[in-house]
């Protein structure tokens, strides 16, 4: 079974950092693409970045570019989100799925950004 | 960016009874590999999203028959055939074509 499962999460200053992990088990990680995408608080869903297979291709939403950082450790079977430079407005539920597809999500972890 | 917009937002359904959701893209979604990637999320009450519908009109596995998606270049169709009470939820379009990846507003299925 597909399983992703987000953590990191936490409440953070603005202009604070964060690094957030998703596990991944029930398939071969290396052959997916992976995404992040993020949920403000009774908002709708908004894409927030996708990296390939390997780690080589990285893609990010304008509202996130050059502030976070995909990566991913495929000997872990582990992605990552690196947030840098947090805003009030990144406070959100961020959901790791599989590919840039979406067809697979995990539970989420919650990231507040406040003072 | 692609727009997605999805109508109506809100949808109040009988047990039942059938259900459309539109979905609109400002730009056509054929990608050059010849692939429409027009996806479908149910989001419950407390849940995490869940994929319905893969390109246009392929059912995700586990998905019950009563929801179909149709459609093709620019416009975009899910119907549920008969609402149970179990479908109560938002449901999302989003296009996975073109970058940035954009999602619809939501449409907001409630039991009358």
């Known amino acids: 079974e597909v399983q992703v499962l987000e953590s990191g999460g936490g409440l953070v200053q603005p202009g604070g950092f964060l690094r957030l992990s998703c596990a991944a088990s029930g398939f071969t990680f290396s052959s997916y693409a992976m995404s992040w995408a993020r949920q403000a608080p009774g908002k709708g869903l908004e894409w927030v970045s996708t990296i390939g297979p390997g780690g080589g291709s990285t893609y990010y939403a304008d509202s996130v570019k050059g502030r976070f950082t995909i990566s991913r450790d495929n000997s872990k079977n582990t992605l990552y989100l690196q947030m840098n430079s947090l805003r009030v407005e990144d406070t959100a539920v961020y959901y790791c799925?599989?590919?840039?597809?979406?067809?697979?999500w995990g539970q989420g972890t919650l990231v507040t950004v406040s003072s | 960016d692609v727009v997605m917009t999805q109508s109506p937002l809100s949808l109040p359904v009988t047990l039942g009874q059938p259900a459309s959701i539109s979905c609109r893209s400002s730009?056509?979604?054929?990608?050059?590999?010849?692939?429409?990637?027009l996806n479908w999320f149910q989001q419950r009450p407390g849940q995490s999203p869940r994929r319905l519908i893969y390109k246009v009109s392929n059912r995700d596995s586990g998905v019950p028959d009563r929801f179909s998606g149709s459609g093709s270049g620019t416009d975009f169709t899910l119907e549920i055939s008969r609402v149970e009470a179990e479908d109560v939820g938002i449901y999302y379009c989003?296009?996975?074509?073109?970058?940035?990846?954009?999602f619809g507003q939501g449409t907001r299925v409630e039991i009358k």
């Open positions: 730009q056509s979604l054929v990608h050059s590999d010849g692939n429409t990637y």
């Open positions: 799925a599989r590919t840039a597809n979406f067809d697979s």
């Open positions: 989003m296009q996975a074509t073109h970058w940035p990846r954009t």
